[in-house]
């Protein structure tokens, strides 16, 4: 997570217009029917197990919840990139595959970053903010990105350049002009957090009107869709990450980390409406 990396995602004034260099093809007509290809069964299988007597869970070395559905929709989504004739590699949880320290820069391909589950341990406790997260890089840049939560009934999308949507209705980040007037979701401050991380974060919140902890994946797409303000995660992994940013660009937010960059590679992630950006940061430092 050591890498530092300022151009994750491309310019947020949305120059390259959804098409990729040189090609007339934008990145929804690319990426668009195999993402969603793999996101309609990752649903399916998801909720085969959701809140059933079929669930079962087992832990990592990390202790971190993992169970069947997992695996079996990750190794699913990358049966889909190889059947779907579309040039791409594939990096998940679960499996691994590519360099997780560093964007692959090679413009000659792109790869899909999977999570399979994020919020397994909700999804375990019958809890349903859980979802199956994609992201598609291209020469270090996030260009395609999709969340989708079956047991919320809710996916987000969006392709750099194209607009992000909810369920297929665009949507927008909120209007808030100032953290004290807004309300921000972070990540929980527990013992996996060290004595400096856990002052900020708490930091952060009780800057805002309203504070909430909750996590991963679901608070941006609040912030994206402009129900919420602000939202922070803290030592995220790139596939925890890898579709929340473009998002939240693509509605008009800002997705960077801390310092000010536009990555997935630092395990923080902090996503605003933009209005109340530099004033949520500077309150992290």
Not at 54 to 73: F, H, Q, Y
Not at 172 to 178: G, L
Not at 262 to 281: F, K, P
């Amino acid at each position: 997570m050591a890498e530092r990396e300022e151009r994750v995602a491309a310019s947020s004034d949305g120059s390259s217009q959804g098409r990729q260099s040189g090609s007339m093809t934008s990145y929804s007509e690319r990426y668009g029917q195999v993402l969603e290809a793999i996101a309609n069964e990752a649903d399916a299988m998801a909720m085969e197990y959701f809140r059933t007597a079929a669930m079962r869970v087992t832990r990592k070395l990390d202790g971190t919840a993992l169970t069947v559905a997992d695996g079996a929709i990750e190794a699913m989504a990358r049966a889909k990139v190889a059947a779907s004739g579309v040039v791409l590699d594939v990096f998940g949880e679960e499996m691994g595959a590519g360099d997780s320290e560093a964007p692959l820069k090679s413009a000659s391909r792109a790869r899909l970053i999977i999570d399979p589950i994020d919020g397994t341990e909700e999804f375990s406790r019958g809890i349903p903010t859980f979802g199956t997260l994609l992201g598609v890089e291209n020469g270090g840049e996030i260009v395609a990105g999709m969340a989708s939560a079956p047991a919320l009934g809710a996916r987000w999308w969006a392709y750099r350049g194209e607009g992000a949507y909810r369920n297929g209705q665009k949507i927008q980040v909120s209007k808030t002009a100032r953290l004290d007037e807004a309300m921000v979701f972070t990540t929980g401050t527990g013992p996996s957090k060290g004595k400096e991380a856990r002052e900020k974060i708490r930091r952060l919140a009780d800057a805002a009107r309203n504070g909430r902890a909750i996590g991963g994946f679901w608070q941006h797409m609040l912030v994206a869709e402009g129900a919420i303000d602000a939202a922070l995660d803290w030592t995220s992994k790139p596939w925890d990450l890898a579709p929340l940013g473009i998002i939240v660009e693509e509605a008009g937010g800002r997705s960077t980390n801390v310092r000010g960059d536009r990555t997935i590679y630092t395990g923080d992630l902090l996503s605003t409406n933009g209005l109340i950006h530099d004033e949520a940061r500077a309150v992290l430092q």
